[in-house]
């Protein structure tokens, strides 16, 4: 005689997963569907961060999980189990769970349902950065003692790495390289949220980028028309100078950046703006600086960039140094 002919239908084992990413309490409303009506709910952590949210709903949730043949004879006759994953799932409930199918010892088994009750968004990982970052910040004797202008050097350093891995193609070096340039905005603002006079956090700066880009899109978050890259670069330009509202069109150039690129967004400051400014003359002793300024405002000029034009040719005359013996 089988099971089914014994205890009739042969219900249900759903196990129910999360994502600690998400608030606790917000769950999925086929989670909550399941979850009120199951005849029994059991979840092995006893400080699962759901648990208020279940009992407050009328959710009773017993600590532990049985064993996989415990598990399937609580279902006979058509009852459900809900089984909350902890944070590493149930790998030992589901490899018993598989062993008893194979073993055919149990003529019938429940139904095994795997019901996702929240659900990671995108960019939800950077919230474990964000995690981890407070625990190296907070326990490492090297992180903890950092400034932002300690760390300075080593922005510098990782954003020409993530460069050369752009110029070289390779996917998997531009993701690791990332993964650094993200790495620097997490440190720098966790830094920042401990300034007594003011602090600031990933928050606030995730914030104010996001306003500065809806502000300056307003062809997308507003009534303005770009129909061409042209006329976005125009708005941006607009946007970006009443925002500003600076006394000089060399205000807010760095000078500490590389010195072709540097001389290209003068030049090109002073071409947007109108400004009919000459070239410094060429010192009669040759003057290479001069000659590199009038090179770079023609490159930029002309839409190229010549910091990135000039390291193109660089590598191109690496290449031929490597492939002449050298």
Known sequence: MTVRELNGAPG?????????????GLLSW????????????????AEHPHGPYLREAGVTVRQGVPSA??????????RTAVVIAGAEGEPRLTDELARLAGSGRSAVLPELELLPGSYDLPGARLLDLVRVMDEIRAHCPWASIQTSEDLTPYGVEEVYELV?????????????????VLLQVVFHARIAAEDLDEPFDIDDVAGTIVTKLIRRHPHIFG??????????K???FQVKAEEKARTSVTEGVPLGQPALALAAKLAGRARRTGLSVPLPETPHDGGFGYRL?????????????????LRAAARAYRDTIISSGG
């Open 164 to 180: 050369e891995a752009v110029e070289n193609g390779d996917r998997t070096e531009i993701r690791e390289e990332l993964g650094d």
């Open 69 to 78: 043949a415990e598990l399937v004879s609580a279902c006979a006759g058509g």
């Open 223 to 232: 009534d303005a028309k770009a129909e061409t890259p042209e006329d976005v």
């Open 30 to 45: 086929p989670a909550w569907q399941v979850l009120h009506e199951a005849d029994l709910v059991v979840c092995r952590e």
């Open 12 to 24: 249900r084992i759903v196990l129910l997963t999360t994502s600690h990413r998400v608030a606790p």
């Open 293 to 309: 300024l009038s090179l770079a405002a023609e490159a930029e000029e002309a839409g190229v960039n010549p910091e990135t034009a």
């Open 234 to 236: 125009a708005l941006w």
